[in-house]
């Protein structure tokens, strides 16, 4: 038989730990290991049981559920991470993401999805609830233009086109041929975008850009 998903629970509320503890005791398929009630100790605590799955809320106190999760996934990269919090904004979710969440539930989920959701995460799957994935279907079907003016609204309409070419790996003297202008106009207008971005150098307005996902090529998946 298949050895049941060692399990640890990372929330600041013990009514909703012991609930979801109640919840995992009652099933053959999982087995809590440990409870943090910050995200230091969840960090401590991973590193300490080796969990398969840790259930993770967001806003924590002191070190948060993002924080958290990015230490334990740089650990331990086979550990699954299922965020179960009360946000579902954009920021909170692809923030979660990015520090490698596995999954990612609202609070107020059903029993049976959130069951579903560690069993899967703990299995290497990918789940999100049906909330968030049509936040993340909206984004990625969104269509990306340097012109978008609700991408760095500080920037002009050019110094988008830009940054874009500056995010796809375009140097300052190949940007100017592009686009028919000097190389002493593209230097003043990249050190504009630094300014306005409030970045120290190019590779900060790089990361800053393709987090926003300019610089993408025909064929680029991610």
Do not use: C, W
């Amino acid at each position: 038989m298949t050895p049941p998903l060692r399990v640890l629970l990372a929330d600041d509320h013990p009514v909703f730990r012991k609930g979801l503890r109640a919840l995992l005791t009652s099933l053959p398929e999982a087995t809590v290991v440990g409870e943090a009630a910050d995200g230091e100790q969840a960090v401590h605590l991973a590193a300490e049981q080796e969990p398969d799955v840790v259930v993770m809320d967001l806003n924590m106190p002191g070190v948060n559920g993002v924080d958290a999760t990015r230490r334990i996934i740089a650990a331990r990269p086979g550990t699954g991470v299922l965020v179960l919090t009360m946000f579902e904004d954009d920021d909170s979710v692809f923030a979660a993401m990015r520090a490698g969440a596995r999954g990612y539930l609202v609070k107020g989920s059903d029993t049976d999805e959130v069951i579903r959701a560690i069993t899967a995460v703990g299995n290497g799957e990918a789940i999100f609830g049906p909330s968030v994935a049509r936040r993340i279907m909206a984004f990625l079907t969104r269509p990306l233009s340097a012109y978008d003016e609700q991408q760095f609204p500080q920037l002009s309409a050019r110094e988008r086109e830009i940054l874009d070419l500056i995010a796809a790996g375009t140097a300052n003297p190949d940007i100017a041929r592009r686009l028919f202008l000097s190389p002493k106009t593209i230097r003043n207008h990249v050190s504009n975008i630094f300014t306005k971005l409030q970045v120290a150098d190019r590779a900060q307005a790089i990361v800053r850009a393709r987090a926003a996902g300019l610089g993408r090529q025909p064929g680029d998946l991610g």
